[in-house]
């Protein structure tokens, strides 16, 4: 350190000078490109974001309106007639699907299927629905052959 104030004293006056106005150029620099550059691209981006999120929330809350008033507006749920075992069994021999398990608990069945076409299955599971059977949970996982799924579990209710 002593060198460099060495050097610095043995320099004219107008250098000195020169040398103190490019340091405190490059000080100014530095400042500028890492530091308050990056801080204001970054503020910039983090704005941009907040009005897509600001956006999407207002679109989300629009389709929640609408999703409210269209079932306001849906006439009253249809309601099943006969037994629901024997109506998901109907149904299902109709897409051809075969049920490994059938748990009948009071107004609701859980029913469990080892490999179904999935195709197959959300066509089933559309007429269930259009027949007025709701469909409270259904767990689903993949089967070993492309195109088919198993059944956990999928519980249904009149």
Same mark, same amino acid.
């Given at each position: 350190?002593?060198?460099?104030? $060495? %050097?610095?004293?043995?320099? #004219?006056?107008?250098?000195?000078? !020169?040398?103190?106005? =490019? ?14 550059? +990056?801080?204001?691209? =970054?503020?910039? $981006? &983090? @704005?941009?974001?907040?009005? @897509?999120? %600001? %956006? ?5 809350? *629009?389709?929640?309106? %609408?999703?409210? $008033? ?14 629901? +075992? ?6 299902? @021999? ?9 748990? +009948? &608990? ?14 197959? !299955?959300?066509?089933? !599971?559309?007429?269930? *629905? ?5 469909? *409270?949970?259904?767990?689903?996982? *993949? ?13 249904? #209710?009149?």
């Amino acid at each position: 350190m002593n060198a460099l104030k $060495q %050097k610095f004293t043995a320099l #004219t006056e107008r250098e000195q000078r !020169l040398v103190v106005l =490019s340091g405190l150029v490059i000080l100014l620099g530095i400042f500028y490109w890492g530091l308050w550059a +990056p801080l204001n691209q =970054s503020i910039s $981006q &983090q @704005s941009q974001l907040l009005e @897509s999120n %600001k %956006k999407l929330v207002s679109w989300v809350e *629009e389709q929640g309106q %609408k999703a409210a $008033q269209l079932r306001r507006t849906q006439s009253s749920p249809r309601r099943v007639t006969g037994s629901l +075992p024997q109506l998901v069994t109907s149904t299902s @021999s109709n897409h051809s699907l075969s049920i490994s398990r059938m748990q +009948p &608990q009071g107004d609701e069945i859980q029913v469990w299927i080892d490999e179904a076409p999935f195709n197959s !299955l959300v066509g089933w !599971l559309n007429e269930l *629905e259009t027949r007025g059977i709701v469909i *409270e949970q259904l767990d689903v996982a *993949e089967a070993n052959a492309p195109g088919m799924i198993k059944v956990r579990r999928l519980v249904l #209710t009149k």
